[in-house]
């Protein structure tokens, strides 16, 4: 499997970025972040230099990155990501889907999961202490809507192992069932 010789992480610093990043390093792939909070801590001991952009947005477009010499994206969506929807975060993931494709110029990959969890997770961390703290625990609207967490783990060697795979592939990825236990990602049923 042949890799990069530096991978650029967007949020390299943030969560869930930090496991991309931990992963990259742990294949001996050199790392850089870009980052609009150039005064958060790099919390790799100095082995992950980071690059300030300026502005938000800039260099992100699927054209400057090939013209720096990106060979792939991989890009975290999430679950229903859509142009149409009425909520902003999901009409922007769907938004940078459809210029990932539409734009044809780099192989890239989409992973869209559901729920991200792991050590400086807030959501899941905060529900569980909910639920040990109140006797009852709201549930919005019926309850059915599907959501399958994923360990930030299991979703980091998910978006390593896309860009190692294939470099010509265009996809999306979407991973319902996680096994932490032996470290790997199942397919969907």
């Excluded at 889907?97 to 792991?118: K, S």
Aim: charged share 25%; proline share 9%; net charge positive.
């Amino acid at each position: 499997m042949q890799h990069p010789d530096i991978a650029i992480v967007t949020g390299a610093f943030s969560y869930p970025g930090r496991y991309v990043a931990r992963r990259l390093l742990d294949e001996g792939i050199n790392v850089r972040s870009l980052t609009n909070r150039p005064e958060r801590d790099e919390p790799f001991g100095g082995q992950v230099p980071a690059v300030h952009l300026r502005r938000p947005g800039a260099g992100g477009s699927p054209e400057a990155a090939a013209g720096a010499g990106v060979g792939r994206m991989v890009h975290f969506s999430v679950a229903n990501a859509s142009t149409d929807s009425r909520l902003p975060y999901f009409r922007g993931k769907g938004q940078v889907e459809e210029i990932l494709r539409d734009t044809g110029i780099l192989p890239y990959a989409i992973i869209r999961p559901t729920l991200v969890f792991g050590e400086w997770d807030l959501l899941l961390n905060n529900m569980a202490w909910a639920l040990r703290l109140f006797p009852v625990f709201p549930v919005f609207g019926k309850g059915d809507y599907p959501v399958q967490p994923i360990f930030a783990g299991d979703l980091a060697a998910q978006a390593v192992e896309s860009q190692l795979r294939n470099e010509q592939a265009r996809r999306s990825h979407e991973r319902r069932r996680s096994s932490r236990r032996e470290g790997r990602m199942e397919p969907p049923p």
